[in-house]
């Protein structure tokens, strides 16, 4: 009786210091370059709204580092689980770091082209100042749009200035004539007179400018964490692209704007809140990378791509 009392409390013991089934109650880091993009809203949405937690990641941490190429360097190095800096991990992809495509989680290129009111045409600003991000995505993006216009990149002096806070100060200030910035950064530009004159996602339909990432190592060590991580972010996206007023209500929310703005935002943007993975689609993400490059690497978008979590976590949703 003294032997199976001991087997009782050993037994008991281990249950109490064995986590609930399912449940991850240690730290879940989510980066993404900066508060209030709506290209990684689907991410902070899915915590406003308790769907990281109802699927069992108890403790997420949603973190902002500034700087894409910051976010992709936690990534690799393992510092935080999941990111979305899609643009540059593109550039670590093409290096052969095994960084992992789950699902896209703004399917759109969401920057605006503000300049000055003077400007009507791309053209008009030959020779002019332009703020962009060096090793981020609006370099990339505007090289991009600029050689879709038959426009040769060096026709403007581009200034490295991250960050959208930055950018915009830039423009107060004469410093640069034009910026990419990504709604609703450019609110306060507008009403000062400032005019978007490209939306580059009327130029480059069905990109995918963000993703949900993370690595190999990762899905090979804690898949039951990838796929609770992915089915959270993938029930968060329909919730926007589905339910108007709540969609407006997360732009509230993330971006910290007004119902207003958040409306034409939403109705700007919704469209692009599409969990629609495809090679095609992150093959023409990655041309927007290559346009910056010297060379064009050797890149196969199949071997970067791991859609089951998300094939999995729509099925469970009834698609």
Sequence with gaps: MKTLGKIVLVLIALFLSTPVHGQHTKPVYISMPSAGNLQHLPLAAA????????????NPQLVFLRGNSVNVQALVAGSVQFASAFGPSMHAMFRGEQIRILMPIFNQIPFSL??????????????????V??????YSVLIALLGKSKIAPNFAEYLNIPGD???TAALMQGRASAALLAPPADRQLLKEGFKRLVYVGDVFTNVPFSAMLTTAKIIQEEPDLVQRGV???????LFIRENRDGGIEMIMRHGQVDKEVATSLYDLMRDAFSPELTPEGVMQRAELEI??????PNFDPKAFMDDRFLKNALRALGR
């Design 47 to 58: 915590k406003f709204k308790g769907f990281y937690n109802e699927i069992g990641i108890t």
């Design 231 to 237: 089915s959270a972010v993938t029930k968060a996206l």
């Design 114 to 131: 503000v300049t000055r009111p003077e400007i009507k045409r791309l053209e008009d600003l030959r020779g002019q100042k332009i703020a």
């Design 133 to 138: 991000t060096f090793g981020g995505s609006t």
């Design 165 to 167: 806070q930055a950018k």
């Design 291 to 296: 346009a910056t490059l010297k060379e064009r």
